[in-house]
């Protein structure tokens, strides 16, 4: 890309930007630095509180015009389900395009559906329908929107920072988690939801100004992928050609699927363990809010995305959830929200930045939708496998079960690629402390020898 008027269309060139941009890892904000990921960075603040005061006041909505909670889980469907269906050739488009000239078009009919609803809401014409076709439309641009958001990031950025910038990504969508919901009801219940809609329609104004106001002479330049026949499965191949990315996509799906159930589970903890109702429910997600924010900054800080890193954080977020699972009371049962929320974030942080980083250029828009189907995909479900186990044996139960199939999943694949990589455990003693760690097979022999 260039500020030429043709450069968009016409094929990228190889050679790449190179800012100078800090390689430290001690900067928990370091990719801040980058002018072009700051006005991106800066415009997702404000867009992710609207998308969030969006989400409430369209469930709120749904369940006012009709009294129906299944009509609340259509809407829901609808949402995701193009993401499900179109996934994949989404990824197939954006590795073909170009991504800003994308993502101001996706943004855009974002925005333009948020501000019709808002119309139809405030002037007393809204329907259910209205609502569900809303719904459908923004999963459409998100079948494009996603990838291209993802991949964008190291564009911006460049290999160096991008763990960084993806972790800061993480930890602004949490920030918006804990404010968008909050502003939304107070607009709810001042002035009523079509408030909510328009908010979040004008939101998209700051996304925009910040990718028009981009210097594209900065951005690490890649190459893109011609139009062709075969794109799809040349990306499926393409992963499973690759231990690395294949198994990391498999780890997400099991963790997000049995693991991130917690709509389910946090609601029935709050209802039929604790009989403490709506406020202790509100609680349990705001804590987990805040570790997950916790987590993404951490990981910002982390700099790196290490495989060991993601499956000791997927050990620990089973781990935790089996904890939590025997919590005698409420309040111990409100504080291990953090650190569970910490650890799933960890492990998606690491996993995005891993696959991204682990990815060929022209390549990353079909695998990181691939990813991001595994990731959505695995709610619809999961949600009702550990519906039915909760319901057979209990919330405890079905917590338990669930932590403990992504901690299980975790050591599983974690041994796996520790053979593929050829790597044996070294279990060794450094400076008085114990150490546990994977070493090249050659290098332990070598340590045995000495020994």
Known sequence: ??????????????THYSPPTPKTRSSMFSSLKVRNYRLFFMGQVVSNIGTWMQRIAQDWLVLSLTGSATAVGITTALQFLPMLLFGLYGGVLVDRLPKRPTLLFTQSSMALTG????????????????V???????????VVDNPARQTFVSEMVGPDQLQNAVSLNSANFQSARLVGPAVAGVLITGVGTGWAFLFNGLSFVAPLVGLLMMRMRELYVVERAPRGKGQLREGLQYVAGRPEL????VLVGFVSTFGFNFPVYLSAFADDVFHAGAGSYSLFNTLMAAGSLAGALLAARRGTARMRVLVAGAVAFGAMEIVASIAPSLWLFALLMAPIGMFGMTVNVTANSSVQLSTDPAMRGRVMALYMMVFMGGAPIGAPIAGWVTDAYGVRAGLAVGGAIAAASAVVIGLVLARVGNLRLSVGWNDGHPRVRFVPREQREELATVA
């Open 246 to 249: 294949i198994w990391t996509i």
């Open 115 to 130: 501000i019709a609803l808002a119309v139809l809401t405030l002037s007393g014409h809204v329907q259910v329908w209205h």
């Open 1 to 14: 890309m260039s500020t030429g008027s043709g450069a968009d269309s016409a094929p990228a060139p190889t």
């Open 132 to 142: 569900y076709v809303a719904a459908f439309a923004v999963g459409l641009a998100t």
